[in-house]
């Protein structure tokens, strides 16, 4: 049986999401809670449900809808990763039909799945984005000595210049936000509201973390946001400020994350998703990480091009170039009300 999901579900649904191989962090029953809370959107959690009433399939569904950017449903927006968690295929494709249904119900133009796996779903399918994937050694000091000379130069040079690496939860999230928000504006792009980084604290208070590196004087210049699912600790939100840029305090701040994953026991370091062969791409491969293939699948209610909104988009060409030179502090207001509906 497919149905909606309900607080009693709550460890339930947990439980299966742990117990699953297939399962992703963005699966955890909390993201509803973020995406709800911070961002207002309306979501549809379903769940597959055996004879026995155990929960053998999973899909979380968010609707976005505005005059932007129109009426559609993603599997999960803002994050890398999500899709459709079942046993086996059977599961899935009534998972997606209901999903379907659903669509087809409050009108939306199209549902986005984010899998991580190749699957024979009968429906379009994007394969431009990879995930980059570090496997980690039980040591740093291992770490340290796989990375080139080059690479390790760059981390010893913001140490040289008195830069230092912290590592915390709510105590760092405003200089966090400085520094995410300004590289936002400066790259185009609207920011998410300091709430929603709030929200994912408090959500997830034992696997949810900032580091910032900090000039001599105390000025954070670098910041990074990460979460741990499993055996995997990533890195879904990470900046530094480009006036800082020569004594490369990002570099520190990488290695710092690193550092804190071997002594934690985690076993694999997921960098996020890139474009093969563009900038982040090679930033992310010069450490070691490995591209594994994304599948972005679309379920489009009256066929046509598959959606496309990414910063790249010739369409949205001006209005970056736009935001580039707003004022930080007016970007910080308007600019949640803007991404909440990108996804």
Not at 122 to 147: D, F, H, N, Q, R
Not at 241 to 248: E, F, I, P, Q, T
Not at 249 to 259: I, Q, V
Request: hydrophobic residues 35%.
């Amino acid at each position: 049986m497919i149905r909606l999901y309900n607080e009693a579900d709550r460890d339930l649904w947990n439980k299966y999401v742990m117990a699953s191989n297939t399962s992703t962090c963005y699966h955890l029953i909390s993201w509803k809670d973020v995406i709800e809370g911070s961002l207002g959107h309306k979501t549809y959690y379903l769940l597959s449900e055996n004879k026995e009433k155990e929960i053998n399939g999973i899909l979380p569904l968010v609707r976005l809808k505005s005059l932007l950017f129109g009426n559609f449903m993603v599997s999960l927006p803002y994050f890398n990763y999500a899709g459709i968690c079942s046993d086996n295929r059977e599961i899935s494709d009534q998972l997606l039909n209901e999903a379907i249904n659903i669509a087809k119900s409050e009108n939306a133009g199209h549902i986005e799945f984010r899998e991580t796996l190749l699957m024979d779903k009968g429906i379009s399918v994007k394969t431009t984005k990879v995930s980059m994937i570090l496997e980690l050694p039980s040591e740093s000091e291992a770490l340290w000595y796989l990375l080139g000379s080059k690479l390790r130069s760059q981390i010893r040079r913001p140490i040289k210049e008195g830069m230092y690496s912290k590592l915390g939860r709510m105590e760092e999230l405003d200089n966090f936000y400085k520094v995410f928000s300004t590289n936002m504006r400066d790259l185009g792009t609207p920011v998410y509201s300091k709430g929603f980084f709030k929200c994912i604290l408090e959500a997830f208070p034992s696997s949810s973390w900032i580091g910032t590196v900090y000039t001599k004087e105390g000025l954070p210049t670098a910041s990074g946001f990460i979460v741990s699912f499993k055996e995997t600790l990533q890195i879904p939100w990470a900046s530094s400020l480009k006036g800082y840029n020569h004594y490369s305090p990002n570099m520190l701040l990488y290695w710092s994350l690193l550092e804190f994953a071997c002594k934690k026991g985690y076993k694999v370091f997921d960098f996020g998703r890139s474009t093969p062969d563009q900038g982040t791409y090679r930033f992310k491969e010069q450490w070691g990480a490995k591209p594994v293939q994304l599948y972005w699948y679309y379920w489009m209610r009256n066929g046509g091009p598959l959606p496309d909104f990414n910063p790249e988009n010739p369409k949205y060409r001006t209005a970056i170039n736009i935001w580039k030179k707003l004022p930080v502090g007016l970007t910080r207001l308007i600019g949640p009300f803007i991404v909440k509906n990108l996804p």
